[in-house]
């Protein structure tokens, strides 16, 4: 089957198409295969293959295969919950490449994925669709529930533009909270669609940490950090409130009994089931910014990394 490897570690341009053998039903006990159409380019993607996370890496060296959103087909029938799932179902789902560290991932045409991974497809939901939601779906709504905001609350999300972002800016406004989206210039009508109610520019910490003063001169119950901002942004938050961050190294240190979390999503079915549904219902907006071939990985990474993109890119396999 063709997969895309880092050969070693380094810009685009060390991503390359190779052939691996097709998983066979059973190679590996628990596991089903997936015959996936769609797979999402993700951050952790772009700093895996630049070495960048060489310490979580430990043993694990290049060739590997990147890739953690996918969408797809059951090729084997998946058990779970209410009978499983069978064969030819439609499935989408994250593998955690990094608590993993197998080297497989999802920029390959068969993958073996846990059942407990996989949530099904609506009917009205594309496979490009459902590739750009689980990991940043999951991992904003795993990350609000541990926030326990009640609802009236005022919630900051930086980084609102990018794709975990501008989930969060939906799942709070939902839960009733009062949430001031830091967004891309130009992003601003649709942010408030999304149900942002105030919008500030993104730049240099202070300055935001000044427009959302203007904002919120009472400071925010929360702040959701989409954009790893870090230590700056703690001084947006009220005394006794909290700092959502989404990487350990990007969590400042406790002061003014702010509650500081670190979020680590972690594949859950049934939430992304639940999700899934919302796309469908028109109820939760997803975007896709590119669609592109498997084989031009290396473009869609230099893509990714070139600025502010309008939602997940996708690879199609
Ligand atoms: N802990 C977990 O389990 C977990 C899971 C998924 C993702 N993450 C992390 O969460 C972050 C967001 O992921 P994502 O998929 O939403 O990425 P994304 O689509 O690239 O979004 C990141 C957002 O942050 C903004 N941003 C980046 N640097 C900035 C800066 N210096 N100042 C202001 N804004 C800045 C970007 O602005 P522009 O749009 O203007 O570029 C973008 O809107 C990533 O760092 C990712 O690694 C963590």
Partial sequence: MRVVEVSEYGGPEVLRMA???????????????????AAGVTVADLRIRAGLYVHETGDLRP?????????????DPAPGPEGGLPAGTR?????????????????????????????????????????????????????????????????LVTGASGVVGRFAVQFAAAAGLEVVAVSYEGDESELKVLGAKHCVTRGEPAEVLT??????????????????????????????????????????????????ETALATPDARALKEILQQVADRQLITRVADVMPLEEAAEAHRRAESGHRPGRIILMI
Wanted: aromatic share 6%.
């Fill in 63 to 75: 060739p590997f295969v990147l890739g953690t959103d996918f969408a797809g087909r059951l090729l």
């Fill in 91 to 155: 499935v989408a789902g994250f593998r955690p490449w990094l608590q993993e560290l197998s080297g497989e991932g999802t920029y390959a045409e068969v993958i073996q994925v846990d059942p407990a991974w996989l949530a099904p497809v609506p009917d009205d939901v594309d496979f490009t669709a459902a590739a750009s939601v689980p990991l940043a779906a999951v991992t904003a709504r795993q990350a609000l529930d541990r926030l326990r905001l009640p609802a009236g609350s005022t919630l």
């Fill in 211 to 260: 427009r959302v003063l203007d904002h919120a001169p009472e400071r925010v119950h929360a702040v959701f950090d989409g954009a790893l901002t870090g230590p700056p942004m703690l001084a947006a938050v009220k005394d006794g409130g909290v700092f959502l961050a989404l990487a350990p190294d990007r969590a400042p240190a406790a002061e003014r009994e702010i509650r500081v």
């Fill in 19 to 37: 052939r691996r053998p097709e998983p066979e039903a059973g190679d590996v006990p628990g596991r089903v295969r997936v015959r996936l159409k």
